[in-house]
């Protein structure tokens, strides 16, 4: 986990980044006014307090503790004396290096802030202490805090080196994960780090951390900073803390309100427009655990209110609702990597009667989230924003993307500006189940065939390719009869071929392991359908040698040495031409197959499948350059050869330099890779892969309802 914070440090943070304060400036004009009046009367009431920081650092770090704790206590209590229009206090916990209750480290927290009753008495929160608990034990359990009430969190260190900082940040990006992971209506995140006395103020967001100049607070413009942001963080809308007004936390029912935009609501945010479905949730099955990237969250809900904490345990899930951040086109009309876009086309033209239907997600309401600046002021249309990138961070977005766009400093850290990305909700049914919880071999087979045969039908009739075949996007549901019936979902990665050019199909997308070798290498071979058909493969692989459930698999010291591991291990070329080699003959994949998990019932049926859609994938092409997978060299006095060692997948293209270079005026080497040459087959292999899925599928519905214990192997061998 550290090496992961340091990782994110290094491609995400900003430092030294002008405004970071100012994000929580009061978006209302008279809130904003008395905020700037109370700053001055609030330094002007507690300068006494400044002494404590009049050394160049404490002599422990555990001693400054207190002096902060104290200062930011003292500065809400000045701030109630000051103003009536306050909406809120921040207050430390009492509690400081202290462990969070439900944490997934035993790491210790410094200082934690939590937002109180801007009408309640100033005072160190003691968390859910009772003094009149019983004995120690319980009184101390009583006392502890948890992430999902903890709004920001702060990293002292007792120097300001390079290191200290570095410590600090690294502590920061681990504590604010698990805010994200537990507060579910969290877009973004606070935090501050003080080493020495140089205090610096922090913004997570889903791409980026905005870190301050330093503020000495041994200077009186570094502790005026300082007073700033707890005030500002005092009178500004709750949306400017990083809260969510679009997703309500309903503390008496114990359940959360979502509003989910109403579908046909394309263009600018406005009044017109911010209309939305509300639903309401007692279950969130994904959290965002990773700090950085689409930070999604899904939830199951139903559409009726619960009238009381009792019925929230009776809510009817009837959609499931996704919430992310993925990127996107700034003009909501030229977004082509939009999943509810896709979803309403899917469903205005599969005709009724495809056999599809039922396997891929009907869409109920989705779109863009918007908002008002200030829910009092709802329906002013120059209050209502869409909540993107730009929007949260504003002109910090466009000083960070015009300073770093030919930084070579910025290239070399991947960090070539801020991606923009847009807050999306989207709420479908029915509600599917993942693949773990099918109950054999055989109903993999069929929930399989259901989605592939769905993502045939919309690449036909919708010209809607999907691009993401993973264990996630293939999910399932029971029909009446208890049959499981697959479904294809998250379409985010989706293209439209009737919207986008070739160019945009050089993408990379997909799921490691399953990625297809065309988009682990990002070459310019087209995507076409075949790229979802490989990873299919892929993932019939995985499930066969790891089992659906954890047990049914492999031990770890087993799939330490397995050949399927190098789909996971190392770079995306090595990963890509692991897999050109493991596909390219029966022999070399069977060194896949072999290692399936021999416990698990029909493992010799799903092998003789995946071996069936390899050889037409790789082998059922027309043309000799459409067979096999590994890259191969012609010349003009030669056959083609391959590019890759089978036996040890070095690439042989040393030998073919040297050719090149001795015999110039006489060889001419071309570079033949037949994932390209297969491209003008695409739609006749996938049809053919397809027909032998439905018969395979068939034939696990025939021994289902036989009640085979294990595929009878005379009906095995006629398949």
Same mark, same amino acid.
């Given at each position: 986990?550290?090496? =992961? /914070?340091?990782?994110?440090?290094?491609?995400?943070?900003?430092?030294?980044? #002008?405004? +970071?304060?100012?994000?929580?400036?009061?978006?209302?004009?008279?809130?904003?006014?008395?905020? $700037?009046?109370?700053?001055?009367?609030?330094?002007?009431?507690?300068?006494?307090?400044?002494?404590?920081?009049?050394?160049?650092?404490?002599?422990?770090?555990?001693?400054?503790?207190?002096?902060?704790?104290?200062?930011?206590?003292?500065?809400?209590?000045?701030?109630?004396?000051?103003?009536?229009?306050?909406?809120?206090?921040?207050?430390?916990?009492?509690?400081?290096?202290?462990?969070?209750?439900?944490?997934?480290?035993?790491?210790?927290?410094?200082?934690?802030? !939590?937002?109180?009753?801007?009408?309640?008495?100033?005072?160190?929160?003691?968390?859910?202490?009772?003094?009149?608990?019983? @004995?120690?034990?319980?009184?101390?359990?009583?006392?502890?805090?948890?992430?999902?009430?903890?709004?920001?969190?702060?990293?002292?260190?007792?120097?300001?080196?390079?290191? @200290?900082?570095?410590?600090?940040?690294?502590?920061?990006?681990?504590?604010?994960?698990?805010?994200?992971?537990?507060?579910?209506?969290?877009?973004?995140?606070?935090?501050?780090?003080?080493?020495?006395?140089?205090?610096?103020?922090?913004?997570?967001?889903?791409?980026?951390?905005? /870190?301050?100049?330093?503020?000495?607070?041994?200077?009186?413009?570094?502790?005026? =900073?300082?007073?700033?942001?707890?005030?500002?963080?005092?009178?500004?809308?709750?949306?400017?803390?990083?809260?969510?007004?679009?997703?309500?936390?309903?503390?008496?029912?114990?359940?959360?309100?979502?509003?989910?935009?109403?579908?046909?609501?394309?263009?600018?945010?406005?009044?017109?427009?911010?209309?939305? @479905?509300?639903?309401?949730?007692?279950?969130?099955?994904?959290?965002?655990?990773?700090?950085?990237?689409?930070?999604?969250?899904?939830?199951?809900?139903?559409?009726?209110?619960?009238?009381?904490?009792?019925?929230?345990?009776?809510?009817?899930?009837? +959609?499931?609702?996704?919430?992310?951040?993925?990127?996107?086109?700034?003009?909501?009309?030229?977004?082509?990597?939009?999943?509810?876009?896709?979803?309403?086309?899917?469903?205005?033209?599969?005709?009724?009667?495809?056999?599809?239907?039922?396997?891929?997600?009907?869409?109920?309401?989705?779109?863009?989230?918007?908002?008002?600046?200030?829910?009092?002021?709802?329906?002013?249309?120059?209050?209502?924003? $869409?909540?993107?990138?730009?929007? *949260?961070?504003?002109?910090?977005?466009?000083?960070?993307?015009?300073?770093?766009?030919? #930084?070579?400093?910025?290239?070399?850290?991947?960090? #070539?500006?801020?991606?923009?990305?847009?807050?999306?909700?989207?709420?479908?049914?029915?509600?599917?189940?993942?693949?773990?919880?099918?109950?054999?071999?055989?109903?993999?087979?069929?929930?399989?065939?259901?989605?592939?045969?769905?993502?045939?039908?919309?690449?036909?009739?919708?010209?809607?390719?999907?691009?993401?075949?993973?264990?996630?996007?293939?999910?399932?549901?029971?029909?009446?009869?208890?049959?499981?019936?697959?479904?294809?979902?998250?379409?985010?990665?989706?293209?439209?071929?009737?919207?986008?050019? !070739?160019?945009?199909?050089?993408?990379?997308?997909?799921?490691?392991?399953?990625?297809?070798?065309?988009?682990?290498?990002?070459?310019?071979?087209?995507?076409?359908?075949?790229?979802?058909?490989?990873?299919?493969?892929?993932?019939?692989?995985?499930?066969?040698?790891?089992?659906?459930?954890?047990?049914?698999?492999?031990?770890?010291?087993?799939?330490?040495? *397995?050949?399927?591991? !190098?789909?996971?291990?190392?770079?995306?070329?090595?990963?890509?031409?692991?897999?050109?080699?493991?596909?390219?003959?029966?022999?070399?994949?069977?060194?896949?197959?072999? =290692?399936?998990?021999?416990?698990?019932?029909?493992?010799?049926?799903? /092998?003789?499948?995946?071996?069936?859609?390899?050889?037409?994938?790789?082998?059922?092409?027309?043309?000799? #350059?459409?067979?096999?997978?590994?890259?191969?060299?012609?010349?003009?006095?030669?056959?083609?050869?391959?590019?890759?060692?089978?036996?040890?997948?070095?690439?042989?293209?040393?030998?073919?330099?040297?050719?090149?270079?001795? &015999?110039?005026?006489?060889? +001419?080497?071309?570079?033949?890779?037949?994932?390209?040459?297969?491209?003008?087959?695409?739609?006749?292999?996938?049809? @053919?892969?397809?027909?032998?899925?439905?018969?395979?599928?068939?034939?696990?519905?025939?021994?289902?309802?036989? &009640?085979?214990?294990?595929?009878?192997?005379? +009906?095995?061998?006629?398949?």
């Amino acid at each position: 986990m550290r090496r =992961q /914070a340091q990782n994110h440090i290094r491609h995400y943070l900003r430092k030294d980044v #002008n405004g +970071v304060v100012e994000l929580a400036l009061p978006v209302n004009a008279d809130k904003r006014r008395a905020a $700037e009046e109370t700053v001055e009367r609030v330094i002007h009431g507690i300068s006494s307090l400044f002494a404590g920081f009049d050394k160049d650092a404490f002599a422990k770090e555990k001693d400054s503790y207190k002096p902060l704790t104290s200062f930011i206590t003292a500065v809400a209590e000045a701030i109630k004396k000051n103003s009536k229009v306050a909406s809120r206090l921040l207050l430390p916990y009492k509690r400081t290096d202290t462990a969070i209750a439900n944490s997934e480290t035993s790491s210790r927290v410094d200082i934690a802030l !939590r937002c109180s009753d801007a009408k309640s008495k100033p005072k160190l929160f003691e968390a859910n202490f009772d003094s009149s608990a019983g @004995d120690k034990k319980q009184r101390e359990n009583a006392d502890r805090l948890y992430y999902e009430d903890v709004f920001a969190l702060i990293e002292v260190k007792r120097h300001a080196s390079a290191s @200290d900082e570095a410590g600090a940040f690294e502590q920061l990006v681990r504590y604010t994960r698990e805010v994200y992971d537990k507060q579910h209506n969290r877009r973004f995140a606070w935090g501050l780090t003080i080493c020495g006395l140089d205090l610096r103020v922090c913004v997570f967001g889903a791409n980026y951390i905005l /870190a301050s100049e330093k503020f000495d607070l041994k200077a009186e413009s570094g502790r005026r =900073q300082f007073v700033r942001m707890l005030v500002y963080w005092s009178f500004c809308e709750e949306h400017r803390l990083g809260y969510d007004p679009t997703v309500r936390r309903l503390k008496k029912l114990g359940c959360w309100e979502i509003d989910v935009p109403i579908l046909g609501n394309p263009g600018p945010c406005s009044k017109a427009n911010a209309r939305v @479905d509300t639903f309401y949730s007692n279950t969130v099955i994904i959290s965002a655990d990773r700090q950085f990237g689409r930070l999604t969250r899904c939830f199951l809900a139903g559409r009726e209110k619960p009238k009381s904490s009792e019925h929230v345990k009776q809510i009817k899930h009837q +959609v499931i609702i996704k919430d992310a951040w993925p990127e996107a086109e700034m003009d909501a009309s030229n977004d082509m990597r939009d999943e509810v876009a896709h979803l309403s086309k899917i469903q205005r033209l599969m005709p009724d009667s495809s056999k599809a239907n039922g396997a891929y997600p009907a869409l109920e309401a989705g779109g863009r989230v918007c908002f008002s600046h200030d829910p009092r002021l709802r329906g002013s249309d120059d209050r209502v924003v $869409e909540d993107n990138t730009r929007s *949260l961070i504003g002109e910090i977005f466009d000083a960070i993307n015009e300073s770093e766009g030919g #930084n070579r400093e910025a290239e070399k850290l991947q960090m #070539n500006g801020i991606p923009y990305r847009v807050h999306k909700r989207i709420a479908t049914s029915p509600i599917g189940e993942p693949l773990r919880r099918l109950e054999s071999i055989l109903e993999l087979v069929i929930v399989v065939a259901d989605a592939m045969r769905a993502h045939t039908a919309i690449l036909k009739s919708c010209r809607i390719l999907h691009r993401d075949i993973s264990n996630n996007n293939i999910m399932f549901y029971r029909t009446e009869d208890g049959m499981a019936k697959g479904l294809l979902i998250d379409f985010d990665h989706a293209i439209d071929h009737d919207q986008v050019s !070739r160019t945009y199909h050089q993408q990379r997308s997909g799921t490691l392991p399953f990625m297809s070798v065309n988009n682990l290498e990002n070459n310019d071979n087209e995507r076409t359908a075949l790229d979802d058909w490989e990873s299919l493969i892929y993932l019939l692989c995985w499930i066969g040698t790891f089992g659906l459930r954890s047990d049914h698999a492999n031990n770890q010291e087993t799939q330490d040495n *397995l050949q399927i591991g !190098r789909w996971t291990n190392g770079s995306l070329e090595y990963i890509a031409n692991a897999k050109r080699s493991d596909l390219d003959s029966d022999g070399q994949f069977a060194r896949i197959t072999d =290692q399936f998990y021999d416990k698990s019932g029909n493992i010799a049926f799903l /092998a003789k499948l995946v071996e069936r859609l390899r050889y037409l994938l790789v082998e059922s092409g027309p043309e000799t #350059n459409c067979k096999g997978s590994v890259l191969k060299k012609t010349t003009n006095n030669d056959t083609s050869m391959p590019l890759v060692d089978e036996q040890n997948d070095q690439p042989l293209a040393d030998f073919f330099e040297e050719l090149a270079t001795t &015999n110039q005026k006489h060889v +001419v080497v071309d570079r033949i890779d037949p994932f390209k040459e297969r491209v003008k087959h695409a739609s006749k292999i996938s049809k @053919d892969m397809m027909n032998v899925l439905e018969k395979y599928a068939e034939a696990a519905k025939l021994s289902l309802k036989n &009640n085979f214990v294990d595929f009878p192997a005379a +009906v095995l061998d006629r398949l």
